[in-house]
C-alpha cells in the first residue's frame, strides 16, 4: 500500500467542507511550501548569503541570526496568502495582523536551533494553529489576546526538522503523524502514522552543563538516572542532547525518552527558557497527542494560560512514566520508594 501525500492526508481531514478544518488544512499547505524554501537556503550552508550572520536581539532578547529573521520572512510571507487572522513570531514583539475576518492565528518559532547553524547540525520550524479570538480584528483589540489561550485550544501543532531529511511533525488533534519530504515526487509523503511513545524511557535530555544551578529535585533525578544499574533506578540510561528544541523531541517520538530544560537559579532563567506560546504548547500537543505527558515540571502544560506573548517556563517531555516520576521528585520525593537514602544525599557531581 503507498503511502499517503500531506495532500491526501489533508484532504481526508477536512471533511464535509468544515470551514475551520479547510483553514487548517490549507494553512498547513503553505506552511509546507515555506519550508521546503527555508530548507533549500540552508543547504547552501555557508556559501548562502543568509547563513550565518548575525543582528543583535529578538523580541525575547536571544542573539538574532540572518537565517532567523529569512526563516520569519518566508513563513509571514506564506501565512499572508493563507486564512490566517494573526502572526506572531519569536523574533517580532507583537503580532502581525493579516486579515482581521480569518478564522485563525498562527504562532511560530522560525528557526529553533539557531545555535546549531554553523556547526550543520539539525535545526528546525515549530508552529501553533489557534483559533483567532472575534475581537482581535477590531482597530482597538489587542492582537496579542489571540495567543493568550490556553493549549488546549490549539487546533493544530507541528514542525518541521530540516536535518538528514526534511521532516514535518503533525497533529490535528487526532494522533501525531511524521512525513518526510520527497525530493522525487516534490512533496511530502506520511512516513509514521500515530506515532505512540513508549512509556517507560531509558534515555534523558538535558543540558548537563548547568547541573550546578538547577534546583535539588532535578539534581536529585539526574543523579539517579546516571548512577544506572547499580543506583536506585536499577537500569542504564543514555544521555542526549542536541541543543534544538525539534530535534530533540523528534527522538523522543522516534524511539522514546524524556526531555528537560527546567528553571534554574541563573539570571534570566528562574521561570525557564522556553516560550510557552510557539514552543512548549505545540510541542505538548504533539507529546499528548502520542501518549507522552508535558509538564512544566509539575503541572500540565496545555492547561496554563500565558500571560503574554513570549512568557518562558520550564519544559518536561516525553515518556509518560519518566515525566511523571519528575514531577514527584519536585512534589513528593519521599514517595519514590526505590529511591535509598545514600542518593539523597550524594550523587555522581557530588560529594
Known amino acids: 500500500m503507498t503511502a499517503p501525500t500531506l495532500d491526501a ?21 503553505k506552511l509546507a511550501e515555506a519550508a521546503v ?36 520572512d518566508i513563513f509571514l510571507d506564506a501565512m499572508r496568502h493563507a486564512p490566517v487572522a494573526l502572526y506572531a513570531s519569536e523574533e517580532l514583539e ?5 486579515d482581521g475576518s480569518a478564522p485563525l492565528a498562527v504562532a511560530i518559532d522560525p528557526l529553533d536551533g539557531s545555535s546549531n547553524i554553523d556547526a550543520n547540525l539539525s535545526i528546525g520550524t515549530i508552529f501553533s ?23 488546549v485550544n490549539q487546533l493544530g501543532a507541528g514542525f518541521f526538522v530540516y536535518g538528514p531529511q526534511l521532516a514535518l511533525v503533525l497533529s ?42 538547577w534546583d535539588e529535585a532535578v539534581r536529585l533525578y539526574v ?25 530533540d523531541c523528534y527522538r523522543i517520538l522516534i524511539r522514546g525518552g524524556v526531555y528537560l530544560y527546567p528553571g534554574d537559579r541563573r539570571r534570566g532563567y528562574h521561570q525557564g527558557r522556553l516560550r510557552l506560546v510557539y514552543e512548549a504548547n505545540p510541542i505538548a500537543f504533539l507529546i499528548e497527542q502520542a501518549g507522552g505527558v508535558a509538564t512544566d515540571t509539575v503541572d500540565r502544560i496545555l492547561e496554563i494560560e500565558p500571560e503574554h506573548l513570549h512568557q518562558r517556563i520550564p519544559l518536561v517531555f516525553g515518556s509518560a512514566r519518566e515525566v511523571e516520576r519528575i514531577a514527584r521528585y519536585h512534589v513528593e520525593p519521599s514517595t519514590i520508594g526505590e529511591r535509598a537514602p545514600l542518593f539523597g544525599n550524594r550523587g555522581l557531581f557530588r560529594a
Open 94 to 98: 507583537q503580532p502581525v495582523l493579516l
Open 172 to 213: 490535528l488533534g487526532s494522533g501525531t503523524h511524521v512525513f518526510v519530504f520527497s525530493a522525487r515526487l516534490g512533496t511530502f509523503i506520511q512516513a509514521y502514522e500515530s506515532r505512540i511513545i513508549p512509556p517507560r524511557a531509558q534515555e534523558f535530555a538535558v543540558n548537563a552543563s548547568n547541573y550546578r544551578h
Open 129 to 151: 494553529l489557534l483559533p483567532a479570538l472575534p475581537a482581535t480584528g477590531a482597530p482597538d483589540g489587542n492582537p496579542a489576546a489571540a495567543f493568550l489561550q490556553a493549549g
Open 9 to 29: 492526508f489533508l484532504n481526508s481531514y477536512v471533511r464535509n467542507e468544515d470551514e475551520s478544518r479547510s483553514a487548517v488544512a490549507a494553512t498547513v499547505r
Open 223 to 247: 543523579d539517579d538516572c546516571l548512577q544506572g544499574s547499580e543506583g536506585p533506578r536499577g537500569k542504564n540510561f543514555n544521555m542526549r542532547w542536541i541543543a534544538c528544541l525539534v530535534a
Open 37 to 72: 524554501k527555508v530548507r533549500h537556503t540552508i543547504s547552501h550552508g555557508a556559501l548562502g548569503a543568509a547563513f550565518a550572520g548575525t543582528r543583535g536581539g529578538n523580541a525575547g532578547g536571544d542573539v538574532q541570526k540572518d537565517l532567523d529573521v529569512f526563516a520569519d
